[in-house]
């Protein structure tokens, strides 16, 4: 039905949107992908013609900052510490492009670097440095089994046993095993991540590139402390996900800043942006599958580790899927999975 739109170039997707007053967003976005912020000074950045307001971790004392689908650990901007690059440090809201991309440059951030676990084996080392501290957190939509209490780089764990695997093992005629390694993979699409937001008075309007806008709506509603039915995301046409786009992304960026500036705001990413800030997991798996002599399928057994980066995101849910569909659709005598959700 919406074929005739999009052929002619009359589709309006959210990046070829204006509301009245509205201001142009950009993000300042960490170099480094581990290090404390030492000091931050916006001064500048807002003695600039056309600036209207720029959003720093200042702005957001005395609130709960944190927000994320299954673990609240994700602050709206950088709060001490950045966790990795592209991690947004400050955002500007501005006139127009142009002055927004140049107040970003006047915003002066000292640093010093920390320790770097970039791969699931550093971050499992026993001298790892801890990307997470703080206590874990439940988000809005966790629904799974979460301990409290700090597991190293580890944020969640998922496991199944059934039956005796080591007995099995020792017993079978055929056994294959081996490594296998999934690198993180962005999902692209031809819409980068985009959001509109209008915060003036008691309600909230989004309009944003996302694939699970009721999701969205439910957790800007508890970040914010406004009521549900006081909050309305509004997705056109979405120029592709693929999972990219899912939960919650920008919108809480865009929904500060726009707050703080009293108009509405438009941040729209660059590709590399994006690319730099979502992504499919990357995993580690070791497995091993026992047979008889016949080749009927006995037991496996799934030693699986998943990179979900510095936040939790979707990452515990990611894990507990896949330990599900580890075993695949067959039947087994015994089964042992053990799959972790690895911060790096």
Not at 18 to 25: D, E, F, K, S
Request: hydrophobic fraction near 40%; charged fraction near 25%.
């Amino acid at each position: 039905a919406d074929a005739d739109d999009k052929l002619r170039g009359e589709a309006e997707y959210v990046g070829d949107m204006r509301v009245p007053g509205m201001l142009h967003g950009k993000v300042l976005r960490s170099p480094l992908p581990h290090a404390r912020i030492t000091s931050l000074d916006p001064s500048a950045a807002e003695a600039l013609d056309g600036v209207v307001a720029v959003l720093t971790g200042a702005d957001l004392a005395g609130t709960d900052p944190y927000w994320g689908h299954a673990i609240k650990d994700r602050p709206i901007v950088a709060i001490d510490k950045v966790r990795h690059v592209g991690e947004p440090v400050a955002a500007v809201a501005a006139v127009d492009e142009a002055t927004a991309e140049a107040a970003l440059a006047l915003i002066e951030v000292e640093n010093e670097e920390l320790p770097v676990a970039g791969t699931i084996e550093e971050a499992l080392a026993t001298d790892a440095p801890l990307i997470q501290e703080k206590q874990i957190r439940p988000g809005l939509f966790h629904g799974l089994a979460l301990d409290e209490e700090r597991d190293g780089n580890v944020c969640y764990r998922y496991a199944i046993d059934h039956g005796d695997v080591d007995a099995i093992f020792d017993s079978a005629d055929i056994v294959v095993e081996g490594d296998y390694e999934f690198p993180g993979v962005y999902q692209y699409s031809m819409e980068t991540h985009t959001v509109i937001a209008d915060a003036r008075g008691a309600d909230i309007t989004v309009w944003a590139t996302c694939q699970h806008p009721f999701l969205v709506r439910a957790e800007i509603s508890a970040l914010f402390d406004v009521p549900l039915s006081r909050v309305r995301v509004i997705v056109p046409y979405l120029g592709g996900g693929f999972g990219s786009k899912s939960y919650t992304k920008m919108e809480p960026v865009t929904v500060a800043l726009a707050r703080k500036a009293g108009h509405p705001v438009r941040i729209q990413n660059r590709v590399d942006e994006s690319m730099a800030t979502t992504r499919r997991h990357g995993a580690r798996f070791h497995m091993r599958t026992a047979a008889d002599a016949g080749g009927r399928l006995l037991a496996r057994e799934v030693d699986v580790d998943f990179d979900t980066g510095a936040y939790a995101d979707n990452g515990p849910r990611v894990v507990a899927t896949g330990g599900d569909a580890a075993p695949g659709p067959y039947r087994w005598e015994a089964v042992r999975v053990r799959a972790a959700c690895v911060h790096t």
